[in-house]
């Protein structure tokens, strides 16, 4: 293994038989480098996939109402169905321990003025845990806290839009906005990865929303992030029974599936991840199809390289080389070969996947790799096949005789 003169011997092989190392190193090559980019790229898809769909809390339960479509405990169908501050307390206090967090939200659309600037804006009426739920993050200063809904603060945390449509110059902690005729002091402004509508919302205490719009308890929709630690099934199990209470609790009938519209993020999840495995199974047989291939194509070229030096085998034996030296030489050469490729096809691939970076967003390609561990994976099976493909033929060679060997063209 450590022998100076083999290494003078392989690589002056190799130097003098460049046309056949070159065409058995761009098969090595290719197979990586196709490999890493096609995995990259399916992580890429799975990565712009699972953006998509998990913007808000993972975790997410809504709740929404509609109208009844079956008549039910003496009431007409066609009722409308309106959530109230009772009903979100009905839906927490269910299993307590399943919640990790909750907010009720009213929500309606108001001008709002700054300055000499105005525009139409969503207003929500939330408690402090939507930051949470909605998974915003803060660029200034506070979100709503509990005081501020014990005392219906007129307090405003406004999304990043807002600030560059109304505020425009300065820090909009502290500017008083004009909402439908009454003043809220601007307290924080939020980001939110859903882009640009996202952000363009204000969220004020729900009870200071509730006050404005004459003491109403209404509530247009509800949200609840249950433990993170339930299955699947414990978690759609949880969402079924608030949909169970809450249509029990406004008279709804069991069957009606457009009064209470329960949207569990599980039941979502088991399509999600379905999709996902999709994906990367059609990823991987593409990728274990194209090592394949490299495999095949590095064995060919072996057996051909063997082929072409039979005459060097049988000079070889003739002049007392045993075969074991003989198979070990052509093995030595076959993995050097290998592992220079390989480690050549694994440069290009990653510098692939960077310079590809995520400029293929817009085709729902988003910061496509792979991992180290997939990639050594695949280098050491093609080492290995390298090895195996380096030892078949050479021992066949070197069982010829000396004569047959000299004698073959």
């Known amino acids: 293994m450590f022998d100076i003169d083999r290494w003078r011997e392989i690589f002056e092989s190799i130097r003098s038989n460049l046309l056949r190392t070159v065409l058995s190193g761009f098969t090595v090559a290719l197979g990586l480098y196709i490999f890493i980019v096609l995995f990259g790229i399916g992580t890429g898809l799975k ?8 913007r808000d809390a993972a975790n997410l339960i809504s709740i929404f109402s509609g109208k009844t479509t079956i008549a039910y405990g003496g009431l ?10 009772d009903d979100y307390e009905l839906a927490v206090s269910s299993d307590s321990t399943k919640v990790e ?54 307090v405003a945390v406004i999304g990043r839009m807002v600030q560059r449509d109304l505020i425009k110059d300065g820090g909009a902690i502290g500017k008083d906005l004009d909402i439908n005729g009454t003043f809220f ?20 205490p729900i009870t200071t929303l509730q006050q404005m719009k004459k003491g109403s308890d209404t509530v247009s ?19 079924d029974q608030l949909q169970k ?34 994906i990367t199974l059609i990823v991987g047989f593409i990728g274990m199809g194209t090592l394949l291939a490299g495999i095949i194509g590095i064995s060919n070229i072996m057996v051909y390289i063997v082929k072409e030096r039979t005459q060097e085998i049988g000079v070889r034996k003739a002049i007392g080389a045993k075969p074991s030296s003989i198979v070990g030489l052509i093995m030595q050469e076959s993995v050097v070969i290998t592992v220079i490729s390989g480690i050549i ?52 060679a070197s069982k010829i005789k000396p004569i047959e060997a000299l004698r073959a063209e």
């Open 345 to 396: 096809g694994v440069a290009l691939g990653v510098m692939s996947l960077a310079l590809i970076g995520d400029s293929l967003e817009k085709y729902f390609i988003k910061d496509p790799s792979v991992g180290w561990g997939l990639i050594i994976v695949a280098f050491i099976s093609l080492v290995i096949s390298g090895l195996i493909a380096g030892f078949v033929p050479a021992y066949r």
């Open 101 to 154: 967090n909750s907010t009720p939200r009213y929500t309606t659309s108001m001008t709002v003025k700054y300055g000499k600037e105005s525009g139409s804006y969503q207003i929500n009426g939330a408690n402090p845990e939507e930051i949470v739920i909605e998974d915003r993050k803060l660029t200034e200063g506070r979100y709503l806290n509990s005081r501020d809904l014990s005392l219906k603060q007129n």
């Open 221 to 239: 929709n509800i949200y609840i992030t249950y433990d993170s630690k339930l299955s699947p099934d414990q978690a759609i199990k949880y969402g």
């Open 245 to 278: 209470e809450l249509k029990a609790k406004n008279k709804v009938s069991p069957d009606d599936e457009n009064a209470i519209i329960v949207r569990n993020n599980a039941k979502n999840m088991g399509d999600t991840i379905q999709f996902l495995f999709i």
């Open 76 to 85: 007409q169908s066609d009722r409308q169905i309106i959530l109230k501050n």
């Open 47 to 54: 990565n712009a996939f699972t953006e998509g769909f998990t």
């Open 185 to 204: 002091k601007v307290i924080g402004v939020f980001s939110d990865d859903g882009g640009d509508f996202e952000e363009r919302v204000i969220t004020v």
